[in-house]
């Protein structure tokens, strides 16, 4: 029963008078007034007045009742147990929704990596070089990096359905122009408008879970979603390698709209909307209609919708402006973003060497070459088998610094699988062993990147989709720049002196987990935006 059908209800049976009326609504005037919240500015620096009240519709129906003329703004809040708010939803549902994002994170990653199984016969086609084809990969993850400015916005006024529904649908429409493209320039200017588009899940999947889940609770969900990051990539290539060697690049794109469209179809029909302003807001609108049906009109224009508070524009200005400000002014940003972009380079320059060691040394074909990338899959299994023991030091301690722990030891995995690598790198040495060195690599990944992110949200509270939107855009931008420079670097140093540089990066960035672990509480009091955010449970969404 809802808010309006309870207060008809109230009205027909014997709850005539305001007290009884009252208690059935389960608050009282006393309770009311401990909602005052004094308010002078909001994060936006936007003036305010000089307190609000924070209610349920139930709790509000009922102070303006009892206060027909006072004149405080009521935003809307939800009840302790109420239905409507997503952290109170089942866990079976709560979990699906964690899933079935994640998993439109694999699906974007299938589009950027499997489109190097395509490599090969595009170049035949068009009589292009290697360069130029790898350019449609980088263009893509270039789509990635400016895509959550964009969409970042949009999500926080539309909310997170909208976002996911439209750019997901033009996602497959997309898929069908570069099938029957006529020349390589084509293809490579429609794969950044693929990564755009693409990036929904980048912008979404982060604040879909802080949605659904409390932030001591949100390690587990945050771990799938991890999960998704790290086995998408290197899931692509063994998923499209024989397809693209059978049936060419162009089939290759309809297979994605295929897979992609069905998806869509399951996005439309299953995702509800998460967002908790969008929720309240649309509660704040029956409230205010009831009010009014009720003689209450004065009342009912002291209801806030929560979107209202900040105009779409504002929200482009501050998503557009505050994360680059907190790249240059906020440490912690800075550190997790150069090491996110060191680890995601270093990430595609070694899938760039697959080709190159199996297929020029061992002899590989091409289909057989995307085969050997399951040697990262597994290990991101691996690292994500291993997270239990990292959320059951994070449950003993529950502060920012905590979520880093398991990343102390695990950062050695980097330079010591790539050191491996490198020394493998022979036609003398058996194909198996650097497979076993990548797989090293994929478990060291899973758990340092999944650290170092949950570091930031739960350093940030109600600003890490700024903090978050800085390091994804570093992390792209190198991401997108290092597969250009992989081939002319492994040609020009060989194999093994390539793979030594690599390893010797990871090992001198091992200092960021130490970093944030021993050091990440005084980092966090110098911090305007950091400072006191780890002590709060219950993550606010920015």
């Not at 500015?41 to 609000?52: I, L, S, T």
């Not at 794109?253 to 299953?270: K, P, S």
């Not at 979107?307 to 994360?323: A, I, M, N």
């Not at 906020?330 to 973003?337: D, F, M």
Request: charged content about 15%; aromatic content about 12%.
């Amino acid at each position: 029963m809802n808010v309006v059908q309870q207060f008809d209800s109230a009205k027909r049976t014997e709850h005539h008078d305001l007290a009884s009326y009252e208690a059935q609504l389960g608050c009282s005037s006393q309770t009311l007034a401990g909602n005052k919240f004094p308010h002078t500015h909001d994060e936006f620096g936007k003036e305010c007045q000089d307190y609000e009240l924070k209610l349920s519709e139930y709790e509000a129906f009922s102070w303006i009742r009892l206060h027909p003329d006072e004149r405080a703004p009521i935003t809307l809040a939800f009840a302790a147990h109420d239905i409507d708010n997503p952290r109170n939803w089942s866990k079976a549902r709560k979990w699906y929704i964690t899933s079935f994002v994640s998993m439109l994170n694999v699906l974007t990653c299938l589009c950027a990596g499997g489109y190097s199984s395509g490599s090969q016969s595009l170049k035949e086609e068009f009589h292009c070089s290697s360069l130029m084809v790898t350019t449609g990969l980088s263009t893509y993850i270039l789509g990635f990096a400016f895509g959550p400015m964009l969409l970042a916005p949009l999500s926080e006024h539309w909310g997170r359905n909208p976002i996911y529904i439209w750019s997901w649908l033009l996602l497959v429409i997309m898929q069908a122009p570069v099938a029957v493209a006529k020349d390589m320039n084509t293809v490579i200017g429609l794969r950044f408008l693929q990564g755009l588009a693409g990036s929904a899940p980048l912008t979404n999947t982060g604040g879909t879970i802080a949605d659904l889940w409390e932030r001591d609770f949100s390690g587990a969900p945050m771990a799938i979603y991890g999960l998704s990051s790290t086995l998408g990539p290197p899931l692509a290539l063994p998923l499209t390698g024989y397809f693209a060697q059978k049936f060419g690049w162009r089939w290759l794109f309809w297979f994605f709209m295929a897979v992609l469209g069905g998806a869509w179809l399951l996005l439309v029909t299953t995702l509800p909307e998460t967002r908790h302003t969008i929720i309240l807001t649309k509660k704040s609108n029956q409230l205010r209609d009831q009010l009014a049906a009720q003689g209450l009109a004065n009342g009912a224009s002291r209801i806030r919708n929560p979107t209202e508070e900040v105009s779409l524009g504002h929200l482009f200005k501050v998503t557009l402006t505050r994360p680059i400000r907190f790249l240059f002014t906020e440490p912690i940003t800075l550190s997790a973003a150069l090491y996110n972009g060191l680890i995601y380079g270093l990430v595609f320059l070694f899938n760039e060497s697959f080709p190159l060691v199996f297929g020029r040394l061992h002899g590989f074909s091409h289909a057989q070459t995307s085969l050997t990338f399951l040697g990262l899959c597994v290990g991101s299994l691996v690292g994500c088998a291993l997270y239990p023991i990292q959320e059951r030091h994070y449950q003993k301690v529950r502060t920012p610094e905590s979520r880093v722990w398991l990343s102390l030891p695990a950062c050695f995995l980097l330079p010591v699988s790539l050191f491996w690598f490198a020394g493998c790198s022979t036609s003398k040495v058996h194909w198996i062993v650097p497979i076993i060195a990548s797989a090293l690599f994929g478990a060291g990944i899973f758990v340092v990147v999944l650290g170092v992110l949950n570091f930031v949200l739960d350093s940030y509270g109600q600003y890490t989709a700024s903090s978050l939107a800085g390091v994804i855009l570093v992390r792209n931008v190198v991401g997108a720049i290092f597969p250009l420079v992989a081939e002319r670097m492994y040609e020009g140093m060989s194999y093994r002196s390539a793979g030594i540089l690599l390893a010797c990066l990871a090992l001198v960035f091992c200092v960021v987990p130490f970093l944030f672990y021993f050091w990440g509480v005084e980092i966090r009091k110098r911090s305007r935006w950091a400072s006191g955010n780890g002590e709060d449970v219950h993550n606010v969404q920015e």
